[in-house]
């Protein structure tokens, strides 16, 4: 049965039951949601909710395992880790976003005008593109952000440029798909200006696949993140971040074994929170999807 | 396929590829121009004096406009001179030289455990699709997506170097004198690199397959009575191939990025972890040097990818 069968079928319910019906529906998107949620929640109240400051360092407590002053231990430096892996939260989110939104500024508008004006400006762009997808993604964004100088902000800046060119390239087939579709022929027929197609026409096409793929791509920019966070290319120290937390533990790895789980599996969890959200995403606004 | 038409199509391609290449080296060219300030002072390093600044930017030209500028770099770069290493004054060709092949080993090993792994375990969820075993392979398939690898070889030196002892947890050896030893290093590496793109292979050939499966044609062959083994060797994979060696090309690129890190957890001396300690330490002929290398033999397996495409699919070699 296909979706747009099933919501003339369905009878109108309350707010709760909808709820209800969509959590069991699709328990990962519940889930993806719940644990973003969460790690908004946590970033927003970090100076409340984190119990020690991330910055003082103990230099009598070094390396300590876990136990019940530090929940997750202390660092080389006897900082709390529990602490500064909630401050690592807002650092992570900030770094995703801002990659992200760059690379929406930069591709969205290409991508559309490429489709939309095509002809040798779409050309040559195209090949410049394909330029910048045959680089390595994380060794060119080390290399701009080394340029630009090193710093979590600038290193996101990179990471958002050499991501533009996948959203470019997604816009600009939407863009060809909707502009030569009979419908919007007709709208032309009707007198429709340019700007009435591109706004009523091709800009709502274009924009489901744009955020899924916007979705998805906050987790490739949060490893991102982590990778030249970790490589100290990223969040610069002593401002807290997961990946740099790993580079820290991976140095006492012998002394302190248990220190190399939570920043990881914080990573991990976000990233896989950011894909859940992407592929429901997907299923939900794609219209030719069959739902289970 | 004869030889003639072989190299009318590489050379097709070949001139197809110019402006992308044309692109790429200017983007290279241009991140020199990305750094805050004089070029000539950069490249001059912190302690040149007045007089060597004005001889740089004489030398390169970047008194004259930019597309000259350009030229004169490619000139250089045509000749084989990618300039020498503020650090340590080396010529930059020299240090991708020496560090290149480690990279290559470990990039070259996890394609191999990727496909070997990657490529059966999306053609056996492809034929069960929608079974328990489809649902666990796209489980796990998500969550190699999500994993970052350099945590993953975090966990591989802390269990299977630092407990186990069975793999050294640092370092390389080289392949040429010692190529047993270059394995074993390289093992724990390529198997860090290799679990991203095991995920990424499973999907593609998973939904590249069911595409095929759910063909009309492959409909008729059942109903003509071919045994399911036959009808998947010979018509199901075989459709697939091509898609196969795209999805394979594009993984150099994965793989380049997923180096760096993993040879810094590694300490091994690569081109990867080359191009981080050079960005942090501002040695931008090196990094410029790097990122070219790493995007030509980018954009030559794709070309191969291409080429191959062609001999194996009449349809790609006429498009």
Same mark, same amino acid.
């Given at each position: 049965?296909?979706?747009?069968?099933?919501?003339?079928?369905?009878?109108?319910?309350?707010?709760?039951?909808?709820?209800?019906?969509?959590?069991?529906?699709?328990?990962?998107?519940?889930?993806?949601?719940?644990?973003?949620?969460?790690?908004?929640?946590?970033?927003?109240?970090?100076?409340?909710?984190?119990?020690?400051?991330?910055?003082?360092?103990?230099?009598?407590?070094?390396?300590?395992?876990?136990?019940?002053?530090?929940?997750?231990?202390?660092?080389?430096?006897?900082?709390?880790?529990?602490?500064?892996?909630?401050?690592?939260?807002?650092?992570?989110?900030?770094?995703?976003?801002?990659?992200?939104?760059?690379?929406?500024?930069?591709?969205?508008?290409?991508?559309?005008?490429?489709?939309?004006?095509?002809?040798?400006?779409?050309?040559?762009?195209?090949?410049?593109?394909?330029?910048?997808?045959?680089?390595?993604?994380?060794?060119?964004?080390?290399?701009?952000?080394?340029?630009?100088?090193?710093?979590?902000?600038?290193?996101?800046?990179?990471?958002?440029?050499?991501?533009?060119?996948?959203?470019?390239?997604?816009?600009?087939?939407?863009?060809?798909?909707?502009?030569?579709?009979?419908?919007?022929?007709?709208?032309?027929?009707?007198?429709?200006?340019?700007?009435?197609?591109?706004?009523?026409?091709?800009?709502?096409?274009?924009?489901?696949?744009?955020?899924?793929?916007?979705?998805?791509?906050?987790?490739?920019?949060?490893?991102?993140?982590?990778?030249?966070?970790?490589?100290?290319?990223?969040?610069?120290?002593?401002?807290?971040?997961?990946?740099?937390?790993?580079?820290?533990?991976?140095?006492?790895?012998?002394?302190?074994?248990?220190?190399?789980?939570?920043?990881?599996?914080?990573?991990?969890?976000?990233?896989?929170?950011?894909?859940?959200?992407?592929?429901?995403?997907?299923?939900?606004?794609?219209?030719?999807?069959?739902?289970? | 396929?004869?030889?003639?038409?072989?190299?009318?199509?590489?050379?097709?391609?070949?001139?197809?590829?110019?402006?992308?290449?044309?692109?790429?080296?200017?983007?290279?060219?241009?991140?020199?121009?990305?750094? %805050?300030?004089?070029?000539?002072?950069?490249?001059?390093?912190?302690?040149?004096?007045?007089?060597?600044?004005?001889?740089?930017?004489?030398?390169?030209?970047?008194?004259?406009?930019?597309?000259?500028?350009?030229?004169?770099?490619?000139?250089?770069?045509?000749?084989?001179?990618?300039?020498?290493?503020?650090?340590?004054?080396?010529?930059?060709?020299?240090?991708?030289?020496?560090?290149?092949?480690?990279?290559?080993?470990?990039?070259?090993?996890?394609?191999?455990?990727?496909?070997?792994?990657?490529?059966?375990?999306?053609?056996?969820?492809?034929?069960?699709?929608?079974?328990?075993?489809?649902?666990?392979?796209?489980?796990?398939?998500?969550?190699?997506?999500?994993?970052?690898?350099?945590?993953?070889?975090?966990?591989?030196?802390?269990?299977?170097?630092?407990?186990?002892?069975?793999?050294?947890?640092?370092?390389?050896?080289?392949?040429?004198?010692?190529?047993?030893?270059?394995?074993?290093?390289?093992?724990? %590496?390529?198997?860090?690199?290799?679990?991203?793109?095991?995920?990424?292979?499973?999907?593609?050939?998973?939904?590249?397959?069911?595409?095929?499966?759910?063909?009309?044609?492959?409909?008729?062959?059942?109903?003509?009575?071919?045994?399911?083994?036959?009808?998947?060797?010979?018509?199901?994979?075989?459709?697939?191939?091509?898609?196969?060696?795209?999805?394979?090309?594009?993984?150099?690129?994965?793989?380049?990025?997923?180096?760096?890190?993993?040879?810094?957890?590694?300490?091994?001396?690569?081109?990867?972890?080359?191009?981080?300690?050079?960005?942090?330490?501002?040695?931008?002929?090196?990094?410029?040097?790097?990122?070219?290398?790493?995007?030509?033999?980018?954009?030559?397996?794709?070309?191969?990818?291409?080429?191959?495409?062609?001999?194996?699919?009449?349809?790609?070699?006429?498009?």
């Amino acid at each position: 049965m296909t979706a747009v069968a099933d919501t003339t079928a369905r009878p109108r319910r309350g707010f709760f039951s909808r709820l209800w019906r969509f959590m069991r529906s699709d328990p990962r998107a519940v889930l993806s949601i719940a644990y973003l949620t969460l790690l908004v929640v946590v970033s927003v109240f970090a100076p409340v909710l984190s119990p020690y400051s991330p910055l003082d360092q103990d230099v009598a407590n070094l390396l300590l395992p876990p136990d019940w002053n530090h929940w997750l231990g202390t660092d080389d430096l006897g900082r709390d880790v529990l602490s500064r892996l909630i401050w690592g939260a807002p650092n992570s989110l900030y770094a995703s976003f801002l990659a992200v939104a760059v690379a929406v500024v930069l591709g969205v508008p290409v991508g559309l005008i490429m489709g939309f004006v095509g002809g040798w400006f779409d050309e040559v762009v195209g090949r410049f593109i394909d330029a910048l997808l045959s680089f390595p993604p994380i060794v060119l964004a080390i290399a701009v952000t080394g340029a630009l100088g090193i710093g979590l902000t600038n290193a996101m800046l990179s990471v958002g440029f050499v991501f533009a060119p996948f959203l470019a390239r997604i816009v600009r087939a939407q863009t060809l798909t909707v502009k030569n579709a009979l419908y919007v022929d007709a709208a032309r027929g009707f007198g429709a200006s340019t700007a009435h197609i591109i706004v009523k026409h091709i800009v709502p096409n274009a924009i489901q696949p744009v955020i899924v793929q916007v979705t998805l791509m906050l987790a490739i920019a949060l490893l991102a993140e982590a990778s030249l966070s970790f490589l100290s290319l990223g969040v610069q120290p002593p401002a807290a971040s997961w990946g740099g937390m790993l580079a820290r533990a991976y140095n006492y790895i012998e002394i302190a074994p248990a220190q190399m789980y939570a920043p990881g599996l914080a990573i991990l969890l976000t990233a896989l929170a950011f894909n859940g959200l992407g592929e429901s995403l997907r299923v939900a606004l794609d219209p030719t999807m069959k739902r289970r | 396929m004869n030889r003639g038409f072989l190299l009318f199509l590489v050379g097709r391609r070949l001139w197809q590829l110019l402006p992308i290449v044309v692109f790429a080296t200017f983007i290279v060219f241009l991140l020199l121009h990305l750094v %805050p300030g004089d070029p000539a002072a950069t490249l001059a390093g912190d302690y040149a004096t007045r007089e060597r600044i004005e001889e740089i930017r004489h030398l390169y030209g970047f008194d004259k406009p930019l597309v000259v500028q350009y030229l004169t770099w490619l000139w250089q770069v045509l000749h084989a001179d990618l300039g020498r290493s503020l650090l340590s004054s080396a010529p930059v060709l020299d240090l991708i030289g020496q560090r290149l092949p480690n990279t290559i080993l470990i990039s070259t090993y996890a394609l191999v455990i990727a496909a070997a792994v990657g490529i059966p375990l999306g053609v056996l969820a492809a034929t069960k699709s929608g079974s328990r075993l489809d649902e666990l392979v796209t489980g796990v398939a998500s969550l190699g997506v999500a994993l970052p690898s350099f945590w993953l070889a975090i966990l591989l030196v802390a269990n299977f170097s630092l407990k186990l002892n069975w793999f050294p947890a640092t370092g390389a050896a080289p392949i040429t004198t010692d190529p047993a030893g270059a394995i074993e290093h390289a093992t724990l %590496p390529a198997i860090a690199l290799a679990v991203g793109i095991i995920a990424e292979l499973a999907r593609q050939v998973r939904s590249a397959l069911i595409e095929v499966l759910n063909a009309q044609y492959y409909r008729t062959l059942r109903a003509k009575g071919l045994s399911p083994y036959a009808m998947l060797w010979k018509h199901g994979l075989r459709n697939v191939s091509v898609t196969l060696l795209t999805i394979l090309g594009l993984q150099v690129n994965r793989l380049f990025s997923g180096a760096v890190v993993i040879e810094a957890v590694f300490a091994i001396p690569g081109a990867g972890s080359l191009v981080a300690y050079s960005a942090i330490n501002k040695d931008f002929p090196v990094v410029q040097g790097v990122v070219l290398v790493l995007v030509v033999i980018v954009i030559l397996v794709n070309l191969l990818v291409d080429v191959l495409n062609a001999m194996l699919d009449p349809r790609v070699a006429y498009a």
